[in-house]
């Protein structure tokens, strides 16, 4: 598969104040997994037919995190989150269009995240469907969180590739805050890759600093990219030395 990459300012970072956003960018109708995997590893995210690394000047803050399935630790307040959750209904279905899934995905957006434009239009629909739901990854698919009267409380959006899982996006309920799904989620997702027999959970980028970045170390003991190269780390301060020190 050949790979022209192209470069684009995207304004300011959406993770730490006062820096700029640039990628790198690819868009394909059809990727091989086995390739997408590696490009995890340099970087690289998917988002609709879009592969993008970050790129941006002077900073090489965003991290590559995954998780083991046979090595996750959950600390004691990760635990007390699986009790308070465990009511809720996991099921992993085919990416699909349902107006349930666009509805909670709207109303994440603005309540969680201030932000307007995913309206109630058929323009809004396209462009959620262009997002998350168009995929030119075959094994795309979303993982329901329902609750015992089965309404949606949250949905993970999940490439399932030949070694793991890939966490593409995650929404919930913004009445379900109190839960701290989308914490919890993280370790549900794990126990799903391991259902599938794969060995891996890749949850996109770790940014220290970031408030809302920075909770991805918290999961431990966790493997950072370095160069294209998989790394071990017990926890946040071992793999700060590390990236420190390279």
């Not at 340099?42 to 988002?47: E, M, T």
């Not at 549900?188 to 949850?203: D, I, N, P, V």
Request: charged share 30%; with cysteine.
């Amino acid at each position: 598969m050949q790979i022209l990459l192209r470069e684009r300012d995207c304004g300011p970072c959406p993770y730490l104040e006062g820096r700029a956003w640039r990628i790198r960018h690819f868009s394909s109708s059809l990727v091989d997994l086995a390739l997408y995997e590696e490009l995890l590893a340099r970087g690289f995210r998917r988002s609709g037919s879009s592969f993008y690394m970050n790129a941006c000047p002077g900073c090489g803050s965003c991290v590559p995190v995954r998780l083991s399935v046979g090595g996750f630790e959950p600390t004691a307040s990760q635990r007390r989150l699986g009790r308070r959750n465990a009511d809720l209904r996991l099921e992993l279905l085919p990416a699909s269009y349902t107006e349930e899934r666009f509805d909670l995905y709207r109303r994440y957006l603005k309540e969680r995240h201030g932000d307007d434009s995913a309206g109630d239009g058929d323009e809004a629909r396209a462009a959620y469907r262009s997002f998350l739901v168009e995929s030119p990854v075959p094994g795309t698919s979303i993982a329901e969180y329902r609750r015992p009267d089965g309404s949606l409380a949250a949905t993970g959006y999940l490439d399932v590739l030949p070694g793991g899982l890939s966490s593409v996006y995650f929404a919930f309920d913004p009445k379900e805050s109190k839960r701290s799904v989308g914490t919890w989620s993280v370790g549900r997702e794990l126990e799903l890759a391991a259902s599938l027999g794969k060995r891996y959970y890749y949850l996109g980028f770790w940014v220290p600093g970031s408030e809302k970045m920075d909770y991805k170390a918290d999961f431990r003991p966790f493997e950072f990219a370095l160069d294209g190269t998989w790394r071990p780390a017990r926890d946040r301060s071992e793999a700060l030395a590390a990236l420190e020190s390279a």
